[in-house]
T-cell receptor
Framework: AQTVTQSQPEMSVQEAETVTLSCTYDTSENNYYLFWYKQPPSRQMILVIRQEAYKQQNATENRFSVNFQKAAKSFSLKISDSQLGDTAMYFCAFMKHGVYSGGGADGLTFGKGTHLIIQP | GAVVSQHPSRVICKSGTSVKIECRSLDFQATTMFWYRQFPKKSLMLMATSNEGSKATYEQGVEKDKFLINHASLTLSTLTVTSAHPEDSSFYIC?????????????FGEGSWLTVV
């Protein structure tokens, strides 16, 4: 079984600053995906970024980037030039590289989340 | 991106009645859908995995007779909370994993707030 650990229950930074959210995981799998999801007060789960474990290059999406350290089983999220709209819960998640036909494939294993607050 | 629609977004029901929540993948097929429950300020708790055409797989501690899951087509899964009680009040959210290309991401519905009075 996989476990995902987010050690920062809450973080607060000033607008325009850079913030890094930490995530570690434990697995015996070699192929898998890692995700960061954002959940604003609306509760909608929004995919922020995805990393495929077999890719060494760190994923980047505009102001969001990750530092993926496979050997250390670490997957941190960096948000640059933070904005008020970034205020939300952020969940780190793990998914096995399952068969594409679905049917019993495993879903996401989530961390407990980090509540990020961007101060004006 | 892929869209998952969940309905209703909010529902209030009387104690002892049943309520059904629908989860539809609008632009892709999903043989596997997942149902989560989320308590305030907590992470998502997986309740069950819904498999098209077969029985759902429930997580330990989840009552399968209380939370009925049906996945009758490749685009629709339903969660029925039977004989609902106030302690069942919660936020329920579904997700779907596409078949084939795109199966490396899971997409979420908007969630449903259930209040049992």
């Amino acid at each position: 079984a996989q476990t995902v650990t987010q050690s920062q229950p809450e973080m607060s930074v000033q607008e325009a600053e850079t913030v890094t959210l930490s995530c570690t995981y434990d697995t015996s799998e070699n192929n898998y995906y890692l995700f960061w999801y954002k959940q604003p007060p609306s509760r909608q789960m929004i995919l922020v970024i995805r990393q495929e474990a077999y890719k060494q290059q760190n994923a980047t999406e505009n102001r969001f980037s990750v530092n993926f350290q496979k050997a250390a089983k670490s997957f941190s999220l960096k948000i640059s030039d933070s904005q008020l709209g970034d205020t939300a819960m952020y969940f780190c998640a793990f998914m096995k590289h399952g068969v594409y036909s679905g049917g019993g494939a495993d879903g996401l294993t989530f961390g407990k989340g980090t509540h990020l607050i961007i101060q004006p | 991106g892929a869209v998952v629609s969940q309905h209703p977004s909010r529902v209030i029901c009387k104690s002892g009645t049943s309520v059904k929540i629908e989860c539809r993948s609008l632009d892709f097929q999903a043989t596997t859908m997942f149902w989560y429950r989320q308590f305030p300020k907590k992470s998502l708790m997986l309740m069950a995995t819904s498999n098209e055409g077969s029985k759902a797989t429930y997580e330990q501690g989840v009552e399968k007779d209380k939370f009925l899951i049906n996945h009758a087509s490749l685009t629709l899964s339903t969660l029925t909370v039977t004989s609902a009680h106030p302690e069942d009040s919660s936020f329920y959210i579904c997700s779907a994993r596409p078949v084939g290309q795109g199966a490396n991401t899971i997409y979420f519905g908007e969630g449903s707030w259930l209040t049992v009075v």
